[in-house]
């Protein structure tokens, strides 16, 4: 297992302090945990290994001026991402939050969906994209989420703290074929599959280069390979926090991707698309965007 | 059985980019995907499954049956003759 793998989804925090806000949840409510962030995050946004792994989004995002601009910035994207952890789990302690969403998109989805070629909902690692995906009853058919699982991560998921029945399987990119034939046979029985299109899961040449604000960076093409073959339309959507206990989701664009065979360059102008509305994710909510790696690292070749 | 193993390495070699690696030596209990044997990985599987949907008329909608049928080339060519529609 290489160190970026071992590193992905982990958590930062040991299980205890885990266990602690859960409890703090439980007891006082998101009130009482979100005044408790404020010192915490700030704790940690001191760390030097926390804000180098900001710092990439960040230097792209705000060209901050000095080092007290970077570790404001710094500390209110841990913050926000701190209330998205604690709304998580809040839905599934105490099960209450609002999701904004309209009818349209709704419909959207379900007309999607009903053309019984499977759906494929592409989100980024932004906003609550981890309680999104336990939120999707309207859609009629069976869920399911890419999603690697590192054994080091602490957190529970909704399900795990609710004691219910997930709405969703997981299909594991650390499996065999890296899921893609999960993956393909969900679609092919029409059922829908979330994942994440802004971070390369596995071997590297499963990945195109795209320009994302003002570089270049790499990003898995198997989603876009995946619709393709099975003639799955994909939707692009993000899920904005939008204050405590609450958030909404925001349809970026559809994509219908021909067969384009087997060539990757073929589909680079779709992750491109998916790029650009994760750009735009970006620009609206600039401390939503939770991918803590360096998604522009090593691809200086790709950019001259 | 034989006949059928080597439809299947025909139909890899000339629908899947494998940089004109030579097919001839694999049989029956090699592996298809992993550098242990074809060297097929996991975009790879998309165009397989693709093949083979194309030319036998199968559709693979089971991750457990997926599991088995593609573990070597044994077993994807017994699925292939008593699966197939073509």
């Known amino acids: ?304 | 059985m034989q006949q059928m193993i080597n439809e299947i390495k025909d139909m890899i070699a000339q629908g899947i980019d494998l940089g004109g690696a030579d097919l001839s030596s694999f049989g029956e209990n090699d592996a298809i995907f992993g550098e242990q044997g074809m060297g097929l990985d996991s975009l790879d599987a998309v165009e397989l499954i693709m093949l083979i949907q194309k030319k036998y008329g199968i559709t693979i909608e089971n991750m457990q049956q997926g599991r088995e049928v593609f573990k070597n080339l044994g077993t994807l060519a017994r699925y292939i003759q008593e699966n197939r529609k073509k």
């Open chain 1, 1 to 304: 297992m290489n160190n970026s793998r071992q590193e992905m989804g982990r958590s930062l925090a040991a299980k205890w302090k885990h266990r602690f806000m859960y409890v703090l949840i439980f007891l006082g409510g998101r009130g009482v945990a979100y005044l408790f962030l404020y010192p915490l995050v700030f704790c940690y946004t001191l760390m030097p290994s926390v804000r180098k792994k900001a710092a990439a989004y960040l230097h792209r995002r705000f060209t901050p001026k000095n080092q007290w601009q970077f570790l404001k910035h710094t500390y209110l994207l841990n913050l926000t991402f701190a209330r998205t952890l604690v709304d998580r789990a809040a839905l599934g302690i105490l099960g209450n939050t609002e999701v904004i969403s309209t009818e349209e998109e709704r419909n959207l989805c379900r007309r999607l969906v009903a053309e019984g070629k499977g759906l494929l909902l592409l989100s980024a690692h932004a906003g609550c994209w981890q309680m999104a995906v336990n939120l999707m009853q309207f859609l009629p058919v069976k869920k399911h989420i890419l999603y690697y699982r590192n054994p080091k991560d602490h957190d529970k998921t909704v399900a795990e703290h609710s004691g219910k029945e997930a709405p969703f399987t997981f299909i594991n990119p650390a499996g065999p074929l890296g899921g893609i034939v999960e993956m393909m046979a969900a679609l092919n029985r029409g059922e829908a599959v979330c994942a994440m299109g802004d971070r390369v899961f596995g071997e590297e040449k499963n990945a195109v280069f795209v320009s994302f604000l003002g570089g270049t960076i790499r990003v898995p093409y198997s989603f876009y390979r995946l619709a393709g073959a099975t003639g799955a339309p994909i939707v692009v959507m993000f899920f904005p926090w939008l204050g405590r206990g609450k958030f909404g989701s925001l349809t970026s664009l559809v994509l219908r991707v021909p067969e384009c065979g087997a060539k990757k360059e073929a589909y680079v102008p779709f992750a491109q698309q998916f790029v650009d509305a994760l750009g735009e994710f970006c620009i609206k909510y600039p401390y939503q965007f939770f991918n803590y790696f360096d998604l522009w690292e090593n691809n200086n070749a790709a950019d001259d």
